[in-house]
């Protein structure tokens, strides 16, 4: 089937990865693309192909050729958006984190349910061919049980003029909204889901509304213990190397880094007592952007079953809620 897309918010996400993966994906057409001005819009559509520009939703969602919608504004406008596409029929694509709050991901869910659409969450880590390449290792038991992991994404990151993400209203939070929930669904993806959370979340550097540094402590559901971080107040000066997965078991250990590649490249370690395996990727790789399309086309054409729909978002939003309560209570807390 062929995907017709408009896209909601033609910004910086938009124009670095998924116009360009969507030119790349075959069978796949970008029809129409909003900004919030005109000329903008105009200008974007021309550099990347589009039919047709807008400077607001309502007529793009009434376009009758766009069939799908890539919803790549920031968070708070993601529940209205998202709602608006399903009334109007067209399947869903939305960044992350698919929401504010779970309460707004529960509304967006039922409003796709409703008018039967698609709505895939865009966690492109779970197509970098090496994380595949982890999950796979894990599950033939590469390394036995697996009792640990830490994920880390984090970098320096401070307020800046005309910057949304340290307005709580506009993002949600800090960190953990922004880089946390794609290790906490990178967690999901690799080792299952968490059963409870404990949790340290603070300001720590910058003036700011939101929290800026963000710890995670993890029981998953198979009892492995896992640890998630992502701070705006920890100068990265190597991601390639700190923006990191580690998952340890009985009989060996994976290391990968960086979760954030575009093009899958990066390191990728298996050390048992065979000796280390090296699955690393290089530059120029399998670009997740175009295997996530290419896997909504296959949801919606196809009939396959969405690999990341947006109950995947809520479980995502529902453990940064509970991460939050933690730091306030200093409990624990359980998930349901
Ligand atoms: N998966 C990833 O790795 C990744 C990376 C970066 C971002 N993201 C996610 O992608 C989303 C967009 O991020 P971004 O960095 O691309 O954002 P952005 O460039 O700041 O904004 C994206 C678009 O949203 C529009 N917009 C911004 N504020 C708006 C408002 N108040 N009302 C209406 N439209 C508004 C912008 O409009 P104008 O064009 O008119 O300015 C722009 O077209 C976020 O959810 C973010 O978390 C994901």
């Known amino acids: 089937m062929t995907i017709s897309w408009g896209i909601l918010g033609a ?30 819009a105009q200008q974007f559509a021309d550099k990347h ?49 698919l929401a504010l709050d779970s309460g707004q991901a529960r509304r967006m869910i039922d409003a796709a349910r409703a008018n039967r659409v698609t ?10 061919a090496r994380h595949q390449r982890i999950k796979a290792l894990v599950e033939e038991g590469a390394i036995g049980q697996v009792t640990a992991a830490r994920i880390s994404f984090s970098e320096r990151f401070p307020p800046q003029p005309g910057v949304w993400h340290h307005d709580p209203d506009i993002s949600g939070g800090g960190p953990l909204m922004d880089l946390g929930v794609h290790c906490i669904d990178l967690l999901r993806y690799l080792c299952g889901p968490a059963q409870s959370v404990a949790a340290l979340v603070d300001t720590l550097v910058d003036k700011s509304p939101v929290a800026d540094t963000a710890t995670l402590l993890l029981q998953l559901t198979g009892g492995a213990q896992a640890v998630v971080t992502s701070h705006w107040t920890t100068a990265n000066h190597d991601p390639e190397r700190f923006n990191r997965v580690e998952i340890y078991g009985t009989e060996g250990t994976i290391v990968a880094a ?21 699955f ?6 399998p670009r997740p952007h175009v295997a996530l399309l290419e896997s909504f086309a296959a949801t919606v054409g196809g009939g396959r079953p969405n690999p990341i729909p947006a109950e995947e978002g809520l479980a995502g939003l529902a453990v940064v809620e509970a991460a939050r309560e933690s730091a306030r209570s200093g409990k624990r807390i359980e998930l349901a």
């Open 258 to 278: 960086p979760i954030q590649a575009k093009d899958s490249a990066g390191a990728l370690q298996l050390i048992t007592a065979d000796g280390v395996q090296d």
């Open 49 to 97: 192909g589009a039919q047709r520009a807008y400077d607001n939703d309502e007529t793009l969602l009434a376009d009758p050729q766009v069939n799908a919608v890539y919803v790549a504004t920031p968070p708070h406008l993601h529940v209205r958006q998202t709602i608006q596409a399903a009334q109007a029929g067209k399947h869903i694509l939305c960044e992350k984190p």
């Open 11 to 40: 910004g910086r996400i938009a124009e670095s990865q998924m116009a360009p993966a969507i030119a790349a994906a075959s069978g796949h057409h970008l029809i129409a693309v909003t900004r919030r001005d005109q000329a903008a």
């Open 280 to 285: 690393a990727v290089g530059p120029g790789g």
């Open 119 to 128: 709505l895939m969450v865009c966690y492109y880590q779970r197509f970098n």
